[in-house]
């Protein structure tokens, strides 16, 4: 840890976390509660982004559904709030165990294609469950539903914004973690090793299928998490949360912020909603209106990012091993 | 009379109109080095693939280790001892050379689905990893990725997977193919030393190795087996001296 700290990635990783850790403090000395719902953005997606990163980035499948998870999770505990269940520790594991369950069916099903079809069926799935969504009128349909936040009582107050990010920032350290065990662990570098050549696993005696599915539905399992922390966050639910659209916003933070590595989901989500925030009012000082069009600013970046920075932010620290 | 190892019965495989595999019924005995030759598109490829379960067969069975296997998925065969090297070379390229074979390690130390655990300084692992690469001779280059690793010595690493698992039969597609003269030789003098002691089936090319190393030889052509035996028996037979010694020699 000490030694990691003299690279320019492990400090740099550092003071982001040490900034992180407290963004309570700081908004709140500048005052700028704004910022701090930013921020708790920033950590949620950071957590779905590294549950997509398990697969996409270290197992080179690329889900282009995994918004889904957001939904499944908000839901989850949208409509137990709504039936009057507002206790967290029901409707938590409920999100978490459907968001599960559903990667388990998408994977079964999408795991057995490749390359575009599994792209293709991962978004059919995820937009299957969009339009369900979208139809539920005891939910609020298109409209979605406000709901109330998850209660724990005796344990956390989740109405208190502080409380809630730092119960966020704790998730996505345990999320971090896991991912940093998983990447080097047996099971991680099954699914390493079959992006690499998955005939060369399978010819060392390797059920792949198997090892992949259990991956995506680890991967639906955090995803269901974040999902779960989004609906809180904005104490709303809608079908929104799993547009199509927010799924590719994943797949390019995770390409953006350096896909395979244990960080990089989280420079990318910081890097994103930077850019989201800032490019609009910067591109308005230059004229009135232009900030409207950010994305086209946005759009030429990533290619850029895509063509010469392949690692992604990440990168940037120089070449990793291992 | 020895039971086989592994045996395949009247194995039949069509693309279309083509017979790639014409009812061919061969077995390898165990400790045998079984050699397959035979010209361009005489189907070895094709029997291959059905041995490892990359090509279902239209019909006809095979047999490994008293199971009947026809049906079973690749990675099952692998769990039974049925191991095999790639044609063209296929490491995992993004990984050192010890990693490769401590992947092979692992495939055979049970279940994987260990989340937590540092695989790369579990020594149930590492251990035999690091003697296998010193098997074929690749000790020093453990840390290097394979994809910085020679043609040659990406052959090379392709042995030491497939022998990590210590398999009762190793399946070798061409082992020798891009090799130099003195690559060559040295692995030949690497896999006469399992001679009698492990069954390997053997898909060569290049005669000298496949002389110097087989106990048995089948002559596969336009997908059927046309002559097996032992080397001086092949070399003698007329038929295959027309079909194959014949047009290589000339």
């Keep these: ?322 | 009379m020895v039971e086989p190892l592994l045996s395949t019965d009247r194995l039949i495989k069509r693309f279309g109109g083509l017979v790639a595999t014409d009812s061919v019924s061969i077995d390898v005995k165990p400790g045998e080095i079984h050699a397959l030759i035979g010209p361009n598109g005489a189907g070895k490829t094709t029997l291959v693939s059905q041995l490892t379960g990359n090509l279902a067969p239209d019909s006809g069975a095979i047999h490994f280790a008293g199971r009947d296997v026809t049906r079973l998925p690749t990675h099952a065969r692998v769990r039974l001892g049925l191991a095999r090297s790639f044609q063209i070379t296929s490491v995992l390229r993004e990984f050192t050379a010890l990693d490769n074979v401590a992947l092979a390690v692992q495939a055979h130390a049970g279940h994987s689905f260990r989340f937590l655990a540092d695989a790369r300084r579990d020594e149930r692992l590492r251990g035999p990893a690091r003697q296998g690469l010193a098997d074929v001779g690749l000790a020093n280059r453990a840390d290097t990725p394979a994809a910085a690793l020679s043609h040659g010595e990406q052959r090379q690493l392709e042995i030491a997977m497939a022998l990590a698992g210590d398999p009762r039969l190793l399946l070798l597609d061409e082992p020798m193919a891009g090799m130099g003269v003195e690559e060559s030789q040295r692995l030949i003098g690497f896999l006469r030393g399992f001679k009698g002691r492990r069954a390997m089936l053997l898909i060569e090319h290049d005669m000298d190795a496949v002389f110097q190393l087989a106990d048995r030889i089948t002559v596969l052509v336009y997908g059927r087996a046309i002559a097996s035996g032992p080397p001086g028996e092949i070399r003698a037979n007329p038929e295959v001296r027309q079909a194959y010694l014949g047009e290589e020699t000339a």
Excluded at chain 1, 68 to 94: D, E, M, N
Excluded at chain 1, 199 to 228: D, K, Q
Excluded at chain 1, 232 to 257: C, F, H, Q, R
């Design chain 1, 1 to 322: 840890m000490i030694a990691s700290l003299r690279t320019p990635r492990g400090l740099a990783t550092a003071l982001l976390l040490l900034v992180l850790a407290v963004l309570p403090l700081l908004t709140q000395a500048f005052d700028q509660r704004y910022l701090l719902s930013i921020g708790t953005r920033i950590v949620i997606w950071s957590i779905a982004a590294i549950s997509l990163n398990m697969i996409l980035g270290y197992g080179g499948l690329v889900s282009f559904g995994h918004a889904v998870f957001f939904g499944i999770g908000g839901y989850a505990v949208g409509i137990l709030s709504h039936h009057g269940v507002q206790s967290g520790s029901v409707q938590w594991p409920v999100g978490i165990v459907a968001a599960a369950l559903w990667a388990a069916l998408i994977g079964a099903l999408s795991l057995r294609t490749r390359g575009l079809y599994f792209i293709m069926i991962t978004l059919a799935f995820a937009q299957l469950v969009y339009y369900v969504s979208a139809g539920l009128e005891a939910y609020g349909a298109d409209d979605g539903l406000n709901i109330s936040r998850s209660r724990f009582p005796g344990l956390i107050d989740l109405r208190d914004k502080a409380s809630f990010y730092w119960l966020c920032f704790a998730l996505l350290g345990g999320t971090l973690w896991f991912c940093s065990r998983f990447a080097i662990s047996r099971f991680g570098l099954v699914i390493r090793g079959a992006k690499s050549n998955d005939l060369r696993m399978t010819a060392l005696g390797f059920p792949v299928f198997r090892y992949r599915l259990a991956a995506f539905t680890l991967s639906g399992a955090f995803g269901g998490l974040a999902g779960i922390l989004l609906a809180n966050e904005g104490a709303y639910i809608s079908p929104a949360m799993m547009s199509w659209v927010k799924s590719g916003d994943l797949i390019v933070i995770v390409v953006l912020g350096g896909m395979g590595t244990l960080f990089g989901p989280l420079y990318g989500t910081i890097a994103f909603f930077v850019l989201e925030e800032s490019l609009p009012p910067l591109l308005d000082l230059g004229r009135k209106g232009w900030g409207e069009y950010w994305q086209i600013v946005f759009g030429p970046m990533l290619v850029l990012i895509a063509l010469y920075a392949k690692g992604g932010i990440d990168s940037l620290f120089g070449r990793r091993h291992g």
